[in-house]
C-alpha cells in the first residue's frame, strides 16, 4: 500500500499544488476587521476541502470572533484516533512594497512557493487533508479514526479554540493530536519538535501628567511617561540578558543530558545563525548557555513596541502623559504563567519611577509544553519520517509557542506530534513568506505513511 499511495501522490501533485494556490489566495488575516469577509471565504474552503477528502459531519462553528471548521472520520473501531490540527489565518503582509510578487498572488520561483501563509500555516495544514484524500483514494478508508479542528484565530491569540477545547473535551476525545506548524532543523533533515515554549503577552501601561505639558514650561519638573516606561523596561534583564524578575528562573528545569548532547550533533553554525538569520553585528542573550539553549529551553523577557507622545513630521515638544509597551515573556516548561504575570507585576509597581503609575494588561497567556519522545505516536512519526526523507530523524525543542497544544494537553490529556514541514528562513510574519514545494509533496507522503502505520495496517 505505501507505494499505492507514493504513486496517487506523484500523480496528482500539480492539483495539490493549484488547489494550494488558490487556498493562499484568499487573504485571511484574522487581525484586520476589513477581511472579515475572506475569513469567512477561507473556513468555507476548508469545509468544502475537508468533504471532498471523504470526511464526515464538518461544521463551520462560530465563535465570539472567527469560526472554528470541524470534521471527523470514526470508522476504524478498535484503531488509536488522531486529532489534526492546523488554521487557516495568516498574518497581514506588510510592508507591502518588500514583496517581489503580491503576497496573496503565490509564485513559483527556485523550487519555493512565495506568498503570505504558504508556509504559516495553509501549506503545511492543507498537507493532512491531502493525506487523508490519499489515504482514501488508495484503500477506500482510513487505518485510524481521524478528527479535524482548524482555527482562523492562531496569528491572534487563539482565545475561541482555547474555550471550545476546554469545553467540548468529549467530541474531541482522541489519542493524540498532530500539528504541522513547525520547521524542519534544516533542509532536507526530518525533525520532531518536542518542545516548544509558552507565552504571556501583555500591555504595559505608564501615566505621568494629567496631560500633555509643554516640555518648556514644564520639563525638569513633571515626569514623562515614555522615559519613565523605558526605565521599568530597562532594568527587566541585565547586560547579559538575565531577566531580573524575582523567582522567574525558580521553575526553568535544565534539558536532559541526553537531549543537550543530541542538540550538540546538530549541524548548526554560529556565525551563519547569525549573519543569514538574524542579520547583526553579534549574538545576545546568556552567556554561559549556547545559541540553541537560549532560544529552546530558557525563558525570555521582549519588548515589541512602544507607544506614546508625538512621532509624526516636524517638531512638537512636549512631554508625553501617557505611553505603552507591548511586552513579552516566553516561557519553558514548568513555568506557571499566572505566577510570572504575579511576579512581573508586583516587580513592576516596586520599579516605576517617581510620578509615573502603572497598568499591566495581561492580551494572552498560554504555559510552555514538553512530548516524551518515547510515546508511541512519536516513534512511528519518526520512523515515518525518516523513511520519507531518507535520513534519521532529529528532535529539537522551539523557541515559538503554539497555545493549542498546551490545551490539548491540559483539557484532553493528549500528547502532540509536532511534525512541521516548513524550513528555518521561510520567512513566517515577514515579507516573501516561502515554503519549498517539494516539502509540500513530501510532507503529504509523510503524513499518510505516519496515519497508515499508527493504524498498524499495511
Known sequence: MPAAIDAFVKQNQPRFLEELKEFIRIPSISTL?????????????????????????????????????????LHAPGKPTVLCYGHYDVQPADPLELWVTPPFEPAERDGNLYARGSSDDKGQMYIHIKAVE???AVSGRL????????????????????RYVAENPGRLAADVALVSDTAMYADGIPTLC?????????????????????????????????????EVLAKAKNA???IQIPGIYDAVEEPAPAELQSWRGLPFDEREFLAREVGASTLTGEPDRGVLERVWSRPTFEVHGIAGGFTGA??????????????????????????VVAAFREWVRAHAPKGISTEIRVLNASPGVVVNPDHPAVRVAARAFSEVFGKETVFIRSGGSIPVVGDFARHLHIPTVLMGFGLPDDGL??????????????????????LQQYGGLG
Not at 429 to 450: D, M, R, W
Request: overall charge neutral.
Open 134 to 136: 490519499a489515504l482514501r
Open 429 to 450: 510574519h515577514s515579507p516573501n513568506e516561502k515554503y519549498k514545494i517539494q516539502n509540500y509533496y513530501l510532507g503529504i507522503l509523510t503524513v499518510a505513511h505516519f
Open 33 to 73: 476587521p476589513q477581511h472579515t469577509p475572506d475569513i469567512a471565504r477561507a473556513a468555507a474552503f476548508v469545509a468544502a476541502q475537508l468533504g471532498a477528502a471523504g470526511m464526515e459531519n464538518i461544521q463551520i462553528v462560530p465563535t465570539a470572533k472567527h469560526p472554528l471548521v470541524y470534521a471527523d472520520w
Open 314 to 339: 516636524g517638531s512638537k515638544t512636549v512631554i508625553p502623559a501617557q505611553a505603552t509597551a507591548k511586552v513579552s515573556f516566553r516561557l519553558v516548561p514548568k513555568q506557571d504563567p499566572d505566577r
Open 240 to 242: 547579559d540578558g538575565v
Open 143 to 162: 487505518p485510524v479514526n481521524i478528527r479535524f479542528l482548524i482555527e482562523g484565530e492562531e496569528e491572534v491569540g487563539g482565545a475561541s479554540i482555547t
Open 194 to 230: 518536542i518542545g516548544l515554549r509558552g507565552l504571556i503577552y501583555m500591555e504595559v501601561a505608564a501615566r505621568g501628567a494629567g496631560r500633555d505639558l509643554h516640555s518648556g514650561l514644564y520639563g525638569g519638573a513633571a515626569p514623562n511617561a515614555i522615559y519613565g516606561l523605558i
